[in-house]
């Protein structure tokens, strides 16, 4: 982690594992500064880096997810009309309302984003915000570390801007398979301020999951639909979209050079110092840079450590108090037969092991916890019935959560517990 390294010698059963620590979780951007109020390059760059994620990948997938479940537009409109809600329904019809068909309307539609990300936003904003905007206590609204943004101007000579509609504009023709050049066109979008619109200022606040629809959008989703299919242009094609994928080593794809000019146009527009494209690599890519010296450093310590064998000081065992101890690369295994129920598995493991189970989890999914609506009643159920194996499948992984004898405690997971289908043969 450039000048920063890490040296751990593990020895089964009497050390602590890889898995015994967690990397500190990674400081994130408050989802207000990203989208209103940045204040450092960083900031635009992780912005730019949502927006390629946003337009290029997830939406693209949620687009295709929503047309392998209903696979025509004609089976949709009939639904809407019906009065039945489909999830996604309308960001899907707009997108296809609005797909672009040629390398022209794709430099098009990059254009219109130019406006929208550098000159709407800024213009709502100070709507919103105006300059001599004041809180509760007097003070002024635009004060460090919030810095005012100004609408940027679309010059047809600027490189960074036209860096922007090229590479925003190829990435739109890739993901909607149109072919490209490198011809830019010029537009102009105007910009109507909405009251409506609520700006976050809490840096608590996190990005919202869903963002409901109007009973307006949804009548403009059927109008649109209906003049798609209409037109032909809502066909078994124009169901597909191609996600990218991110990838900052290959300079030929686009993905940083949309990233750099975003984000230095959105730098631009806050007054902030922009970053050159090998800058915004590093950080859009969140590239730790290697350095001889700490390499150098840390293999010395790791031979060393195997010389002289010394590195013992994380042995750990959990000790019960009625006696039963067990290491964290211990694992327990209980042999079950076809009819084996849930309440069997359970009693195996209290007469094998000498605690008393609590909770049965597979993964992320609870097979078993008392407290639980229904769960009682799957004490009767087979483990193949629960667990559902395929035909090669030989045993389960599990988890399984005991009560200490220490009232007050909570309850604390054992070893992995291996479940075997059936006995298998000495």
Same mark, same amino acid.
Not at 270 to 287: L, S, V
Not at 355 to 372: A, C, F, R
């Given at each position: 982690?450039?000048?920063?390294?890490?040296? $751990?010698?593990?020895?089964?059963?009497?050390?602590?594992?890889?898995?015994?620590?967690?990397?500190?979780?990674?400081?994130?951007?408050?989802?207000?500064?990203?989208?209103?109020?940045?204040? *450092?390059?960083?900031?635009?760059?992780?912005?730019?880096?949502?927006?390629?994620?946003?337009?290029?990948?997830?939406?693209?997938?949620?687009?295709?997810?929503?047309?392998?479940?209903?696979?025509?537009?004609? $089976?949709?409109?009939?639904?809407?009309?019906?009065?039945?809600?489909?999830?996604? +329904?309308?960001?899907?019809?707009?997108?296809?309302?609005?797909?672009?068909?040629?390398?022209?309307? +794709?430099?098009?539609?990059?254009?219109?984003?130019?406006?929208?990300?550098?000159?709407?936003?800024?213009?709502?904003?100070?709507?919103?915000?105006?300059?001599?905007?004041?809180?509760?206590?007097?003070?002024?609204?635009?004060?460090?570390?919030?810095?005012?943004?100004?609408?940027?101007?679309?010059?047809?000579?600027?490189?960074?801007? +036209?860096?922007?509609?090229?590479? *925003?504009?190829?990435?739109? *023709?890739?993901?909607? +398979?149109?072919?490209?050049?490198?011809?830019?066109?010029?537009?102009?979008?105007?910009?109507?301020?909405?009251?409506?619109?609520?700006?976050?200022?809490?840096?608590?606040?996190?990005?919202?999951?869903?963002?409901?629809?109007?009973?307006?959008? $949804?009548?403009?989703?059927?109008?649109?639909?209906?003049?798609?299919?209409?037109?032909?242009?809502?066909?078994?094609?124009?169901?597909?979209?191609?996600?990218?994928?991110?990838?900052?080593?290959?300079?030929? &794809?686009?993905?940083?050079?949309?990233?750099?000019?975003?984000?230095?146009?959105?730098?631009?527009?806050?007054?902030?110092?922009? *970053?050159?494209?090998?800058?915004?690599?590093?950080?859009?890519?969140?590239? =730790?840079?290697?350095?001889?010296?700490?390499?150098?450093?840390?293999?010395?310590?790791?031979?060393?450590?195997?010389? =002289?064998?010394?590195?013992?000081? &994380?042995?750990?065992?959990?000790?019960?108090?009625?006696?039963?101890?067990?290491?964290?690369?211990?694992?327990?295994?209980?042999?079950?037969?076809?009819?084996?129920?849930?309440?069997?598995?359970?009693?195996?493991?209290?007469?094998?092991?000498?605690? $008393?189970?609590?909770?049965?989890?597979?993964?992320?999914?609870?097979?078993?916890?008392?407290?639980?609506?229904?769960? =009682?009643?799957?004490?009767?159920?087979?483990?193949?019935?629960?667990?559902?194996?395929?035909?090669?499948?030989?045993?389960?992984?599990?988890?399984?959560?005991?009560?200490?004898?220490?009232?007050?405690?909570?309850?604390?997971?054992?070893?992995?517990?291996?479940?075997?289908?059936?006995?298998?043969?000495?």
């Amino acid at each position: 982690m450039g000048t920063k390294g890490h040296t $751990e010698v593990i020895v089964p059963h009497l050390t602590e594992s890889y898995n015994s620590h967690r990397d500190p979780p990674e400081e994130e951007i408050p989802f207000c500064t990203l989208k209103s109020f940045p204040a *450092a390059i960083e900031h635009t760059i992780q912005w730019a880096r949502d927006k390629f994620e946003s337009s290029f990948s997830h939406k693209p997938s949620l687009f295709n997810k929503f047309w392998q479940t209903y696979p025509s537009a004609e $089976e949709v409109l009939q639904r809407i009309k019906s009065g039945e809600s489909l999830e996604g +329904c309308f960001h899907v019809i707009k997108t296809l309302s609005r797909r672009p068909r040629s390398w022209t309307q +794709c430099v098009e539609l990059a254009r219109v984003k130019f406006e929208k990300y550098f000159s709407h936003k800024a213009l709502q904003l100070l709507h919103s915000f105006p300059l001599d905007t004041r809180l509760k206590d007097g003070s002024l609204f635009w004060q460090s570390p919030k810095r005012p943004p100004f609408p940027v101007k679309f010059e047809f000579n600027d490189p960074l801007h +036209c860096g922007f509609i090229v590479s *925003a504009a190829k990435l739109f *023709a890739t993901v909607y +398979c149109v072919p490209f050049t490198e011809k830019v066109i010029h537009i102009v979008t105007v910009f109507q301020p909405h009251n409506l619109d609520v700006v976050q200022t809490d840096e608590t606040a996190r990005k919202p999951d869903h963002i409901p629809v109007s009973s307006e959008d $949804e009548r403009n989703a059927i109008f649109q639909l209906e003049k798609s299919i209409l037109s032909n242009e809502a066909l078994e094609n124009d169901l597909q979209m191609k996600p990218i994928s991110f990838e900052k080593d290959d300079d030929s &794809n686009g993905h940083i050079d949309f990233i750099t000019a975003a984000s230095n146009l959105r730098a631009k527009m806050y007054n902030i110092e922009p *970053a050159d494209r090998f800058k915004t690599k590093r950080i859009a890519g969140k590239i =730790i840079p290697a350095i001889a010296t700490a390499t150098a450093a840390v293999s010395g310590l790791v031979r060393m450590f195997f010389k =002289i064998n010394a590195f013992i000081s &994380n042995l750990i065992f959990f000790f019960l108090i009625n006696g039963i101890s067990f290491t964290i690369w211990d694992r327990w295994t209980i042999y079950g037969k076809e009819d084996f129920t849930l309440l069997d598995f359970i009693n195996a493991v209290r007469e094998k092991y000498g605690i $008393e189970p609590t909770m049965v989890v597979q993964g992320v999914k609870m097979l078993y916890v008392p407290v639980m609506p229904g769960h =009682i009643k799957r004490l009767k159920l087979t483990m193949q019935k629960l667990v559902k194996p395929s035909a090669d499948k030989k045993y389960v992984d599990l988890t399984v959560s005991f009560a200490p004898e220490t009232d007050g405690e909570e309850d604390l997971p054992g070893p992995p517990v291996r479940y075997y289908f059936v006995q298998e043969d000495n």
